[in-house]
């Protein structure tokens, strides 16, 4: 007769909701809990059960400030464009509530300071991430965006004299550091401002941690949640047998085979993965190593 063995399943240590994801959308929720009609500017997180609790709620998404006209608009934690902002703010019937985080805040005031200084902003990260397109919005004329992950986009980057640079949130750090060694070759006067937000550097300190520690990993979060991918980067440099799944159902559906005999197993999320997903992960893999 043979027995299945239950493995031993760990969760990363600071894991769950970051805090700007956290108050966006507890600001949300208050203001529909005080009966206000409540539309957010984009999803506030991708993670498919709070986007349906939200629903639930009768907090609706817009995707453009047009689509708004009266009610509370809730703007989310990546912040949005200088000029998306001035629109809804000057729309005499809608309350705003600005829940931009306020590491990304500290991201567009720097680029305002830097633009205003004279510096060719060059900000690194992804071109159609949310939080870019803000921070671009205040970097001035002149400035460019690169991708961490295409050095080709690097040369954008002028010759000139004066480069300030910031980077998305939640790139990883090397990358910053590559880019301003790069930057540094191109003018006599670099500015950096280290944008990269704690959370994300603690949370990714914690998951290779675990990651070191057990013979799989699962990185939960959504498939186009830009830190979700960075950690599973991170985490498979460390445990190659590293897999990143959106949810539980996934895990069943792809990796059924992948969990069992497996000793120890090892789960983080992304900043826009609630703790109670990494819990039903972890009971998922309990269930389909039964
Ligand atoms: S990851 Fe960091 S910068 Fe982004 S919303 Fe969360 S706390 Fe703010």
Not at 2 to 20: D, K, Q
Not at 146 to 168: A, F, N, Y
Not at 254 to 280: C, F, H, M, N, Q
């Amino acid at each position: 007769m043979s027995t299945a063995v239950r493995p031993e399943v760990r969760i990363a240590e600071r894991a769950g909701f970051c805090y700007g994801v956290r108050l966006a959308i507890d600001k949300a929720k208050h203001a529909r809990d005080a009966g206000k009609e409540v539309t957010t500017l984009g999803q506030l997180v991708h993670n498919p059960g709070i986007k349906a609790d939200l629903s639930d709620r009768g907090i609706r998404t817009a995707d453009l400030a047009d689509q708004v006209e009266g009610g509370t608009l809730v703007i989310r934690a990546h912040g949005v464009p200088a000029n998306e902002l001035e629109q809804v703010r000057g729309k005499p019937d809608l309350e705003v509530i600005d829940a931009t985080c306020t590491w990304v805040l500290q991201s567009q005031k720097a680029a305002r300071e830097l633009a205003a200084a004279g510096y060719t902003v060059c900000i690194i990260g992804h071109e159609d991430h949310p939080e870019v397109k803000g921070v671009r919005s205040y970097a001035g004329e002149g400035h460019v965006v690169v991708d961490d992950m295409d050095r080709s986009t690097w040369e954008r980057v002028p010759h000139t004299k004066k480069i300030g640079v910031l980077s998305q949130s939640t790139i990883l750090p090397f990358k910053l550091e590559e880019f301003a060694a790069f930057c540094l070759r191109r003018c006599h006067d670099l500015r950096v401002v280290n944008t990269i937000c704690p959370v994300t550097l603690t949370r990714q300190a914690d998951s290779v941690v675990l990651a070191g520690e057990v013979d799989a990993m699962i990185v939960v979060g959504g498939k186009n949640s830009s830190n979700t991918k960075e950690l599973a980067v991170k985490c498979a440099e460390v445990c190659a047998d590293t897999v990143h799944v959106a949810d539980a159902d996934e895990l069943e559906g792809e990796y059924r085979e992948w969990v069992r005999g497996k000793a120890r197993i090892g789960i983080t999320g992304g900043t826009s993965t609630p703790e109670v997903d990494l819990e039903e992960v972890r009971d998922r893999i309990y269930a389909l190593s039964a």
